[in-house]
């Protein structure tokens, strides 16, 4: 289940959500030539990403690791989350607020796999943890906007939209009980920065729901973004159907 887009895209220019993809980009091709070099690839995680184990000795990991990326398909996973759900709440919280809300986020969730997971000696990297935040916060402002997801079941593929809270609900529950799951020390996903970074998000947009009138922000605006929804036309295609005889 892939999200695509959401049926309320802001109003304004995300200029911080920008400028994090890019940031991402810019830094994941700057090191990209290591892949060819496993050993070079390690020793650069090891330094600039953060190890648990090694956590203490190594604070700046808490921040450089949420830059760094294992691959082509991890960095593109993170981003095209960023993209959709960032700008809705950069709009909302303001552009200083929204960018201190995602380091804070990331730097949360990577405290809890820490915790959950001391001693590990393998580098934690990607933005999966600050990006959870964004996910978080957007569950407690907009629960009831749509969200596009592509669907594919073995060779099966349908968009349809769903609300907010029902595909962010079910992405938090597959981090906890993979997290629950997952055996310490091995390498794999940083279940427990998911789910930290999620929990971190909503915690630190509470304030801000509580402001715009809590449950009475939800009533004003039905759990959307306060402006009205994108008008997605479907789009004919030209390939001819096929019909059994």
């Not at 309320?8 to 991402?24: C, G, Q, W």
């Not at 700057?30 to 020793?43: C, V």
């Not at 981090?175 to 998000?201: C, D, E, K, R, T």
């Amino acid at each position: 289940m892939f999200p695509i887009r959401d049926h309320n895209p802001s109003e304004k220019v995300p200029y911080v959500t920008y400028a994090l993809m890019a940031i991402n980009i810019v830094v994941f091709l700057g090191y990209y030539g290591m892949f060819q070099n496993p050993r070079a690839l390690q020793s650069f995680f090891e330094t600039w990403g953060l190890v648990p184990a090694g956590a203490a000795q190594n604070p700046v990991g808490f921040i450089t690791s949420m830059f760094l990326h294992g691959g082509l398909m991890h960095l593109g996973g993170n981003m095209l989350f960023l993209w959709i759900f960032g700008d809705n709440l950069e709009e909302e919280m303001g552009h200083t607020n929204f960018l201190g809300f995602y380091l804070a986020s990331g730097i949360g969730a990577a405290f809890l796999q820490v915790m959950a997971d001391p001693n590990s000696t393998i580098p934690m990297v990607g933005a999966s943890g600050a990006i959870a935040g964004v996910l978080g916060g957007y569950l407690l402002m907009f629960p009831k906007a749509r969200v596009d997801v592509l669907i594919i079941i073995v060779v099966i593929f349908r968009i349809i939209p769903v609300p907010a809270w029902l595909m962010l609900g079910l992405w938090f529950g597959l981090q906890l009980f993979s997290g629950l799951n997952a055996p310490p020390g091995v390498g794999g996903v940083a279940y427990w920065a998911h789910a930290g970074g999620f929990i971190v998000g909503l915690i630190l947009a509470l304030p801000i729901w509580v402001r715009r009138g809590g449950t009475a922000y939800w009533k004003r605006t039905k759990g959307h973004p306060p402006h009205p929804e994108a008008n997605y036309r479907r789009v004919r295609t030209s390939i001819p159907k096929v019909t059994r005889r």
